[in-house]
């Protein structure tokens, strides 16, 4: 093994460090290895020092009254420990590690001493603070998974063949990579080199008793569990050395389900017995190829906002998208946006889903069964006609693209995220305007439209993948016109004059007061290509502006692809490039 003192020059965070200042620390400090899923310290413990990793991955949990929430991981190099330490309080989360995990330890009292007399100590703890507190979900970005394990649940799948297959692609993709076929050849320190060579290392190994399983636990930071249709998931799925691992269920899973023989269970069993996180139907090359940028942190997550009628501005979208040749590996949405992601993830082509689309809400008002109000201005029995015409039964986990969409949930006032379970469900839900349609109460919860908290998730788009998130929202300006409500008609002059079939101001109100949020995302989590075409002269709920509101979001597409085709020409370029 390396001494102590080159392995921390090979991390960029010590570089502080000059010489004598790193021996101060390293004389001070112990080094000590965690074991994958072990627990370094516990929420509301007293500090007992500050941390450095230098080698694996930790994650840092809180409690609060909602359950347990991820605050970030912490990667090699970066301290973690300090904030409680400095401020003499109980921590303030705990700390696992997700794989092997080696560390440097300061007890407090050689803390204290290099604080008074290691000058490059105390500006690595204050600079680790300060950006922690000015980019609090930052450490997602910075720990992104190294090592992944291809896990076969079965002995008729391949895995070697998978693991060589997506090797080849990932290294198109500009990422080097490493297969590592025989962990139980490995020398003492060949892995930790071979890991900071590359950019992915892949394990493979079989569900079982065996030294490349155990290995894969160990050292993985990610896992693609491998699973046919026609099998059913062992339980307890094993994905820990030991069940009572505290760090099992913060592990990062994903099914990559294999369209192999007759089907005879459900996606939704492996995703209950491996608690994954995202779902991969590998159906062809296309789908494996969305497989191997998901690994290589390339792939192009695509976030729709709500906006009534305007949401007809996605479509162009998705055909300039297309027409670009732009891959697009995530959807996720809120209210009408999403409902178009929706389409999209179905693996319809923009014929049928202009069909539908026309069929739905353009031959005829969706919002036209008025009644006189109790919990909203609409029976919602037409748009829950509409969603079952189209979408039918299908699940969420069962779409060629991987999806999700919000709701708002109003007893607890937080957004509710539909990743799971039958998609038309999750659709109603996420257009439930209040006022306009009637609420969805699911499992004790009432939902309505995921506008209400969150019109734009770039946020949950961006900690659900690592690459270029394209933005398109078509709710930012323009879509509700003041001269409406200057001295309104009465009810029965609006009648009168528009009859039942026309929907009165108010729904424009109610629908523009869902959608006219303040800013909720964090300022690090924006789209990385933001489209917002103007939809001029289309209101929220003119259901047959179809015409003009796809023009709009095809030409503004275009326009911002050609602004900011940098970004995306990479990942444009390596898909061709096995086309031809």
């Not at 600079?127 to 997602?140: C, D, K, L």
């Not at 899973?253 to 991969?280: N, P, Q, T, Y």
């Not at 038309?424 to 699911?442: F, Q, T, Y």
């Not at 209101?539 to 095809?554: E, F, P």
């Amino acid at each position: 093994m390396q001494p102590l003192h080159e392995r921390c020059r090979e991390l960029k965070s010590f570089d502080v460090f000059d010489d004598h200042s790193l021996a101060m620390l390293l004389e001070r400090a112990r080094w000590f290895s965690l074991g994958g899923g072990l627990e370094l310290f516990r929420q509301g413990e007293p500090p007992d020092g500050v941390y450095f990793v230098l080698s694996g991955r930790l994650i840092v949990v809180r409690q609060d009254a909602f359950g347990e929430e991820v605050v970030g991981y912490v990667p090699a190099g970066e301290p973690v420990g300090e904030m409680s330490l400095l401020a003499g309080e109980p921590r303030s989360a705990s700390a696992y590690a997700l794989r092997d995990t080696e560390l440097l330890a300061v007890d407090p009292a050689d803390a204290e001493w290099l604080l008074d007399n290691c000058a490059d100590f105390s500006h690595t703890l204050a600079n680790s603070i300060v950006a922690r507190a000015r980019h609090p979900a930052s450490g997602f970005a910075r720990a992104r998974p190294r090592v992944f394990a291809l896990i076969g649940t079965s002995p008729s799948i391949e895995i070697e063949k998978h693991a060589k297959a997506l090797a080849r692609v990932i290294e198109r993709y500009g990422r080097r990579t490493a297969l590592i076929e025989a962990p139980d050849r490995l020398e003492e320190g060949e892995f930790e080199d071979i890991e900071s060579a590359h950019d992915v290392t892949l394990l493979m190994a079989r569900v079982g008793d065996s030294f490349e399983y155990r290995f894969a636990l160990r050292h993985a930071d990610r896992f693609l569990v491998f699973a046919r249709q026609d099998a059913r998931p062992p339980r307890p799925f094993p994905l820990s050395l030991t069940e009572e691992s505290p760090a099992r269920k913060f592990r990062l899973v994903d099914i990559a389900m294999l369209h192999e023989g007759a089907r005879s269970g459900s996606v939704a069993d492996w995703v209950d017995a491996a608690d994954a996180h995202r779902v991969f139907q590998v159906a062809g090359p296309r789908t494996a190829e969305r497989l191997a940028r998901a690994v290589a942190g390339c792939s192009v997550g695509v976030v729709m906002s709500g906006g009534g009628a305007r949401a007809y501005a996605h479509i162009g979208a998705v055909k300039a998208l297309r027409e670009r040749r732009v891959p697009i590996d995530f959807l996720g949405g809120a209210s009408m946006g999403a409902v178009i992601a929706a389409c999209v993830a179905m693996g319809w082509s923009d014929d049928e889903i202009e069909a539908r689309v026309r069929d739905a809400f353009v031959s005829s008002n969706p919002l036209g069964d008025h009644v006189l109000p109790v919990v909203a201005l609409t029976r919602g029995q037409r748009v829950e006609e509409r969603l079952k015409r189209h979408f039918g039964d299908m699940l969420i986990e069962d779409l060629e693209t991987p999806f999700f969409c919000t709701s708002s949930e109003l007893t607890r006032g937080v957004t509710r995220i539909h990743r799971r379970g039958r998609l038309r469900d999750a659709l109603r839900a996420s257009i439930s305007l209040p006022g306009i349609l009637p609420p969805v109460v699911a499992e004790g919860e009432l939902l309505v439209d995921g506008a209400v908290m969150n019109n734009f998730p770039t946020d949950l788009m961006n900690s659900l993948h690592r690459g270029v998130t394209v933005g398109v929202d078509v709710a930012r300006e323009g879509s509700i016109s003041p001269e409406a409500f200057i001295d309104p008609p009465g009810f029965v002059s609006w009648v009168w004059q528009h009859g039942f079939r026309s929907a009165p101001p108010i729904v424009s109100l109610l629908m523009r007061a869902a959608t006219s949020r303040q800013e909720l995302r964090p300022s690090e989590s924006p789209a990385d290509i933001l489209i917002a075409p103007p939809v001029a002269g289309v209101q929220l709920r003119d259901w047959k502006s179809y015409d003009l509101a796809v023009i709009d979001g095809y030409a503004a597409t275009l326009g911002a692809l050609d602004r900011e085709w940098a970004k995306l020409a990479p990942i444009v370029a390596a898909g061709l490039s096995d086309q031809g």
